[in-house]
């Protein structure tokens, strides 16, 4: 996969330049950019290069310099299309570089601060070490209680589950 080839390269030079954070932050800006005109124009085989290294040159003027030749980069050997995918495998770079789980969490109803704060809590003491990123979801199909996913592994703490599990015991 070469997203993930590219996303390492990446890794690795924000490392060494100390700009993990920096590099994380723009790709989630470009991930907010939700115009297909915008993506179509910088993944067009049609568009000259320069003219869409200049669209970005303008776009994220902002940007550090060595992000922005990353992208001219991507321009270069037609792979922009892979931009959102290259930052989903950069996050994991992050995210394992800091010790970052991410847990979804889906709940029947919105938590309050002292849920959330009381769940975070639990959570980090099993993922020992971890820094937790908790998503939440409201799932109206759950009974009360929670459901917790974290890398594929599930724990359901919902009463429509209980229910079922009842059921088909009896």
């Known amino acids: 996969m070469l997203e993930k080839e ?28 939700k115009n297909e005109d915008f993506y179509a124009i910088l993944s067009s085989p049609v568009i ?8 970005i040159k303008n776009v994220f003027k902002k940007f550090d310099e060595t992000f922005v030749n990353f ?13 959102d995918s290259i930052g989903h495998q950069y996050r994991k770079h ?5 010790n970052i789980v991410i847990v979804d969490i889906y709940s029947s109803k919105d938590l309050n601060k002292r849920q959330l ?3 975070k809590e639990t959570l980090e ?12 979801t409201i799932d109206p199909e759950l009974i009360g209680g929670l459901r917790i ?8 703490l919902n009463l429509k589950n209980s229910l079922d599990k009842l059921r088909e015991a009896m």
């Open 6 to 33: 590219y996303a390492k390269a990446l890794w690795e030079l924000a490392i060494e330049e100390n700009k993990s954070e920096l590099f994380r932050d723009y790709f989630e800006i470009i991930r907010e950019i």
């Open 48 to 55: 000259n290069k320069s003219d869409k290294k200049d669209i």
């Open 71 to 83: 992208l001219y980069v991507l321009i270069d050997y037609n792979r922009f299309e892979l931009v």
């Open 94 to 98: 992050y995210r394992e570089f800091k």
């Open 117 to 119: 704060s009381e769940l």
């Open 125 to 136: 003491k099993k993922y020992d070490g971890k820094t937790i990123e908790m998503k939440i």
């Open 149 to 156: 996913i974290q890398n594929g592994e599930s724990i359901d």
